[in-house]
């Protein structure tokens, strides 16, 4: 993934704030002899410890192929993009130009984590992991947890295996026009709020909070 100076990161509270409020990816691992890299979609739960950079983790069912991937090379790579929206050209064009000399282009959030991949079968340990995932996704409760050898979903944990992603390092990108005249994107985020449909607020949040001094 490209990173312009101008669409990386602030900080590192900038992409962890954002990926603390997502939880569904693209887990991609190496392909074998050739084949192109597998890609997974999946919800996954961030911790921010332990390590630098934290881990993911996800569960998978048993004849998942990324298995057989993982076995010869733990290296992962799960990416996550949102708050995505397509900006005509006739949005961008420089002030003077026709409105036809604008380019057309993209906004979005993208969160890359480099991991290595833990595969987990020890029913306890599954067990205890996939509860934290649950968790993540059911802060209220309202479903059983899991444990070996107990109903009803200790008889089908031999089903799934459990990845714990060690993240290793971590690439975040903020593509909101960082690049373009102030009047510019002031243009762009009138016609984002006037279009509103899918994405346009929260793209046009994320370039208003990152331009708030220029």
């Known amino acids: 993934m490209l990173i312009h100076p101008w669409d990386a990161a602030h900080d590192e509270g900038e992409w962890r704030d954002w990926l603390s409020r997502h939880d569904f990816g ?39 192929p990324l298995w057989r991937a993982l076995e010869a090379n733990p290296a992962a790579l799960l990416s996550v993009v949102d708050d995505y929206v397509y900006v005509p050209g006739h949005w961008t064009a420089p002030e003077g130009a026709p409105s036809e000399h604008g380019t057309p282009t993209s906004y979005y959030t993208a969160v890359q984590l480099r991991c290595t991949a833990r595969v987990v079968d020890d029913p306890a340990e599954k067990a205890a992991l996939l509860n934290r995932q649950v968790a993540r996704f059911q802060p209220e409760g309202g479903t059983a947890p899991v444990a070996p050898g107990e109903a009803p979903f200790g008889r089908l944990l031999s089903g799934i295996r459990v990845l714990s992603l060690e993240v290793t390092d ?45």
């Open 26 to 64: 693209q887990l991609a691992v190496n392909g074998q002899d050739g084949e192109p890299p597998w890609v997974q979609p999946t919800h996954f739960r961030y911790d921010p410890e332990p390590g630098p950079y934290g881990r993911a983790l996800v569960h998978l069912a048993r004849p998942n």
């Open 170 to 214: 971590v690439r975040a990108k903020f593509k909101y026009a960082g690049n373009k005249p102030r009047e510019v994107r002031e243009r762009v985020s009138r016609r984002l709020a006037e279009r509103a449909g899918p994405g346009d607020l929260n793209a046009r949040s994320h370039q208003i909070r990152r331009h708030a001094d220029g």
